[in-house]
């Protein structure tokens, strides 16, 4: 069975700029959270997706968003790109049908902001 | 008071000894609890999940979960080098205005294990 699949490994983006990660979950699974990580705040939960809709959103500001397509891939967007947006970008599938069943991460997206 | 609480370490043990990694959670309605490990600049893998009072194994790896003190703790034992990482513990809530859960992560205790 593949596993969670980001893509880009890397980016680097100038301040101002937009950016837009996708996440392809393991197959079946139908929800997709996505964290961000960084060395002083740890991993820190930005959304979840669950059947094409947002059901939990952490507490980052209206320039982080994302959506999910039919098929569970997911897209995260970020606008307007600030230098402290430079992080480790995880998304995590998991089947979200109940609190069952733990978090499989992919790989990450490193995200530099120059 | 934060969700998911850990010591941040770092950890140092000798190798052969018992790593012994502790987590408390808020949510008294969690009904399920995560172990991960995070080697430097990896994604963090699943190791452990337990769901029941009381200890489950898996190899050298032991979690203990105490759902009346919020406790839950992953034990490894004949540690070695190659435990040497960062290890996050993961519990399930549910939200109680939606009644949807979600996963929330500590911060991370960071284990050395000295040869």
């Known amino acids: 069975k593949a596993g969670v699949t980001q893509t880009p490994r890397y980016l680097i983006k100038t301040r101002g700029q937009q950016v837009t990660l996708s996440c392809s979950p393991i197959?079946?699974?139908?929800?997709v959270s996505w964290y961000q990580q960084t060395p002083g705040q740890g991993l820190q939960f930005l959304f979840e997706?669950?059947?094409?809709?947002?059901?939990n959103k952490g507490n980052f500001p209206g320039r982080f968003s994302g959506r999910q397509f039919s098929n569970s891939r997911s897209e995260m967007n970020v606008s307007t790109l600030e230098l402290g947006d430079s992080a480790l970008y995880l998304c995590?599938?998991?089947?979200?049908?109940?609190?069952?069943?733990?978090?499989?991460f992919g790989q990450g997206t490193r995200l530099t902001v120059v | 008071q934060k969700e998911v609480e850990q010591n941040s370490g770092p950890l140092s043990v000798p190798e052969g000894a018992i790593a012994s990694l502790n987590c408390t959670y808020s949510?008294?309605?969690?009904?399920?609890f995560f172990w991960y490990r995070q080697y430097s600049g990896k994604s963090p893998e699943l190791i452990m999940f337990?769901?029941?009072?009381g200890d489950k194994e898996d190899g050298r790896f032991t979690a203990q979960l105490n759902k009346a003190s919020q406790y839950v703790s992953l034990l490894i034992r004949d540690s070695q080098p190659s435990d040497s990482a960062t290890y996050l513990c993961?519990?399930?809530?549910?939200?109680?205005?939606?009644?949807?859960?979600?996963?929330?992560f500590g911060p991370g205790t960071s284990l050395s294990v000295i040869p």
């Open positions: 995590a599938s998991r089947t979200g049908a109940g609190p069952f069943g733990g978090a499989f």
């Open positions: 337990i769901y029941s009072n």
């Open positions: 949510d008294r309605g969690s009904q399920s």
């Open positions: 993961a519990v399930n809530i549910v939200l109680m205005k939606t009644s949807y859960d979600k996963v929330i």
């Open positions: 197959s079946g699974h139908r929800s």
């Open positions: 997706y669950f059947s094409e809709t947002q059901r």
